[in-house]
C-alpha cells in the first residue's frame, strides 16, 4: 500500500523522536516527492538535519519550508539556530528579527537574538535584546546558571 503524505510525516516525526534522523530524513524525502509543496515535510527534513549536525542543509530545507509558509515563527526561529551553529550571526539575527516581528512578546527569542547580537560586538544592542527577554520571561535570569 502507497503512504500518503500525511503518514510519511508522522512517520519522519516519529523516527525523529527515536533520535533515527536518516530514516526521519528518508520519510520527509518520500513525502516531499509526493507532495513538494508541504512545508511541514521541508520543515521536519531541516529538523532531523540539524539534529545530525548538518546546519547548512538543515538551513536549505528550512528556506524550502518558509519559501511555502514564509508566516511560521518556528521555521525563522529554527533556522536562526542553525545560522548560530554556522557562527553567521548577523544572519541568524535577521531570521530572530522574522519571528519577533510575528511573535513580539516571545522571551526565549529576545534572549536568543541578544546572545547572537553579543557574538556579533553590538553588545548596546545585544543588552536591549536580553533586558527585553527578562522584562518579558524574568525566569531567564537563571538561564544558563544550571
Do not use: C
Not at 510525516?9 to 530524513?25: F, K, M, T, V
Not at 536562526?80 to 548577523?90: E, K, S
Not at 557574538?119 to 544550571?146: C, H, Q, W, Y
Amino acid at each position: 500500500m502507497e503512504s500518503t503524505v500525511e503518514e510519511l510525516i508522522r512517520e519522519g516525526a516519529s523516527l525523529a523522536q527515536l533520535e533515527r534522523y536518516d530514516d526521519a530524513i528518508d520519510a520527509f524525502d518520500k513525502a516531499i516527492e509526493i507532495h513538494p509543496g508541504d512545508a511541514r515535510a521541508w520543515w521536519g527534513r531541516g529538523l532531523a538535519l540539524f539534529m545530525l549536525g548538518r546546519p547548512a542543509e538543515a538551513i536549505e530545507s528550512y528556506d524550502r519550508a518558509l519559501a511555502i509558509d514564509p508566516e511560521n515563527p518556528v521555521l525563522w526561529f529554527n533556522r536562526g539556530l542553525a545560522l548560530d551553529d554556522l557562527r553567521r550571526y548577523a544572519e541568524a539575527v535577521e531570521s530572530y528579527d522574522k519571528v519577533l516581528a510575528l511573535e513580539p512578546e516571545n522571551a526565549g527569542v529576545w534572549y536568543t537574538r541578544g546572545t547572537a547580537l553579543s557574538m556579533l560586538d553590538r553588545l548596546d544592542e545585544a543588552v536591549e535584546s536580553i533586558d527585553r527577554a527578562l522584562f518579558l520571561d524574568p525566569t531567564l535570569a537563571n538561564a544558563g546558571l544550571d
